[in-house]
């Protein structure tokens, strides 16, 4: 069998350098750090391990962060899909102060938005007081917090789509006889679909990992509003790492599959647009 | 379906795109509205579609009005000139998505929609794509995949706008005549939008020659390329050349001086004939500029000895041997067939 050519011919030249550099690079910044975490979860015996990671309030941790950073991004991705499409179509005053508080969750350290959501949502805060259900110290507090630090995400994602988005495809549909919902469903989603679903991950696994925020408007029950960060932030200070390191290695196996698994649903709607 | 476009205006801004279009169309006639870009020709094509809307006047199709009846229901076929064909459908999906879109009770059955595809996909030669998706294909083909997906709902009205202005010349040349010949056979009520003239020579039965939102003449082609009624209209239809004269008892003369002197004569290239020998008295002396064969005609660029004006001629190579000209020579020049414009009347 003839080798088979990796290198493609182009003017600029290179790439044997800089796959070299991008390979030491992504190891030392990523690879080694979360090999670390396997290194130490590998001093603790089997046992200790699925006694440790299978303890009730671990489970209960898990669960509630795949489920809130789910429903976040869940949200994330519908609001998200409408604010661009705001900031895209239509012009009004006001819309660059808009544009630009989008990008706000990102800037602020999340420890003053976990602080200024509590105030808010508190039974007593300015929107607590009139909602009969209780939000801050719930897990429907800690969703309204990975909603809050991952809404650019989709917004950002998608606005270049929509912005480079062909509207005479919309005048076609129209022409031909399609309503304003089927054009939107048949023409205008699989456009933004690729972008929003990359927004999704990107909102997903930024709310798995998020801490700051979420301490603070959680409450910290165990059992009930205990995320998984936390709990690996509990271990630390009892200097129990390799609880820690063990905890965290199932988070990151059970997110690494997670985030294949939405790849692949990418890969599978950008196929068709693969010689575009 | 007969047209009808009753003083049709429409400003964009201070932007006066068209001011009181008055216009006719009649069942199965193709219309090709000609012009330089900004002279409303595509704003007027998308107020037919309901793209647009106009500021005031009416549009009907029949004996209905439509001026106020949205895109969706107007039932036309539209062919854009970037095809505007859904990148993530297949060919054969992108051409059956007006069928498909149908309320149930109107929607034909799974396997008639199949039928009529594929009917379509035979019609524009495209039968092996329909598994494709529109970036696997060429410019020619995916305007033939819009074209088919235009037809499949039947439209009575067919618009097209700049339909082979992205595509290359021989492509266009063939897209031009299967055109023709689609219309031929199906007599759609046609309307097409185009700023190439030749095209519309070509192709067209009637050609609306427009300049800055305004309508500056209606006829068939033969009409408006032999009896261009005025200096734009000359000047668009193809090359030109303009004689600076005066007119003496009904009879122009070239040169400047006199009464009524400031009255241009147009000729075309074709038009002009060159003698090695001063045949008359009003030949003028020119000198050879530039010789350019393209093809089998001859193009010349001569420069009038007295007025230091360019003019440019065409001749057959037969003619070009025959008289053996040179770069540097000096020719006589005379015009077989002028007509003449006195600026009173218009003003380019």
Same mark, same amino acid.
């Given at each position: 069998m003839a080798k088979k050519k990796w290198k493609k011919h182009s003017i600029l030249p290179g790439f044997g350098l800089s796959l070299g550099f991008t390979t030491l690079y992504v190891s030392l910044l990523v690879l080694l750090p979360l090999a670390m975490i396997f290194v130490n979860t590998a001093s603790m015996s089997w046992a200790d391990f699925r006694a440790t990671v299978t303890e009730p309030r671990v489970v209960a941790s898990y669960q509630l962060s795949f489920g809130a950073a789910f429903a976040a991004a869940c949200i994330n991705v519908i609001f998200g899909v409408l604010i661009a499409w705001v900031l895209v179509r239509y012009s009004f005053p006001g819309k660059r102060v808009i544009d630009g508080l989008v990008d706000l969750p990102f800037a602020l350290p999340t420890a003053v938005a976990g602080i200024a959501l509590t105030t808010l949502y508190a039974e007593t805060g300015w929107i607590g007081q009139f909602l009969s259900f209780k939000v801050a110290f719930t897990p429907i507090g800690i969703t309204i917090a990975l909603t809050f630090i991952g809404l650019p995400f989709v917004v950002r994602m998608v606005q270049p789509v929509l912005q480079n988005f062909d509207q005479e495809m919309e005048e076609a549909s129209a022409i031909l006889g399609a309503n304003r919902f089927q054009t939107f469903i048949k023409v205008i989603v699989p456009e933004i679909l690729p972008a929003a679903l990359t927004g999704f991950a990107l909102a997903f696994a930024r709310a798995l990992g998020e801490y700051g925020s979420v301490v603070f408007i959680a409450g910290n029950m165990p059992m009930k509003t205990e995320i998984t960060p936390l709990l690996i932030m509990t271990k630390l200070e009892q200097y129990d790492y390799a609880g820690a390191t063990a905890i965290a290695a199932v988070m990151l196996v059970i997110s690494f599959f997670l985030l294949l698994f939405i790849n692949g649903l990418q890969w599978w709607t950008n196929r068709k647009f693969a010689h575009s | 379906m007969s047209i009808q476009i009753k003083e049709v205006s429409k400003t964009f801004g201070s932007f006066q795109a068209l001011s009181d279009i008055n216009l006719d169309i009649q069942t199965g006639e193709l219309v090709a509205l000609l #012009?330089? =870009? #900004? =002279? #409303?020709k595509t704003s007027l094509l998308r107020i037919i579609a309901g793209l647009e809307e106009s500021d005031n006047g009416a549009i009907l199709f029949g004996n209905e009005e439509? /001026?106020?009846?949205r895109a969706t229901e107007r039932k036309v076929g539209f062919v854009f000139q970037h095809y505007a064909?859904?990148?993530?459908? /297949?060919v054969f999906d992108n051409v059956a998505y007006g069928l498909k879109v149908r309320p149930k009770k109107e929607r034909p059955s799974k396997k008639d929609i199949t039928e009529k595809v594929r009917e379509l996909l035979s019609l524009v030669k495209l039968d092996a794509f329909a598994d494709r998706y529109p970036a696997q294909l060429s410019g020619g083909q995916r305007q033939r995949v819009a074209l088919a997906r235009a037809l499949a709902v039947e439209p009575k009205v067919l618009l097209l706008d700049e339909p082979f202005g992205a595509l290359d010349a021989k492509v266009r040349k063939e897209l031009r005549r299967w055109l023709r010949r689609l219309h031929d056979d199906f007599h759609i009520t046609s309307i097409f939008v185009t700023h190439d003239q030749e095209e519309a020579l070509d192709v067209a039965d009637r050609i609306v020659v427009m300049n800055e939102g305004k309508i500056e003449q209606i006829g068939s082609p033969e009409e408006v390329y032999e009896h261009p009624n005025s200096p734009f209209v000359y000047d668009f239809l193809g090359n030109v050349n303009v004689f600076h004269g005066r007119l003496e008892n009904g009879q122009w003369r070239n040169g400047a001086g006199g009464e009524n002197h400031g009255s241009l004569a147009y000729v075309r290239p074709h038009d002009i004939l060159i003698e090695r020998k001063k045949p008359a008295d009003d030949a003028v002396q020119a000198k050879v500029v530039h010789v350019h064969v393209v093809g089998r005609t001859v193009h010349i660029e001569l420069k009038q000895e007295r007025t230091d004006q360019f003019l440019e001629a065409e001749l057959t190579k037969e003619r070009y041997r025959e008289l053996n000209i040179k770069v540097g020579e000096n020719v006589f020049v005379r015009p077989n067939q002028l007509k003449v414009f006195i600026p009173e009347d218009y003003s380019i």
């Open positions: - | #012009g330089p =870009s #900004g =002279s #409303g439509i /001026t106020h009846i064909l859904f990148k993530h459908m /297949t």
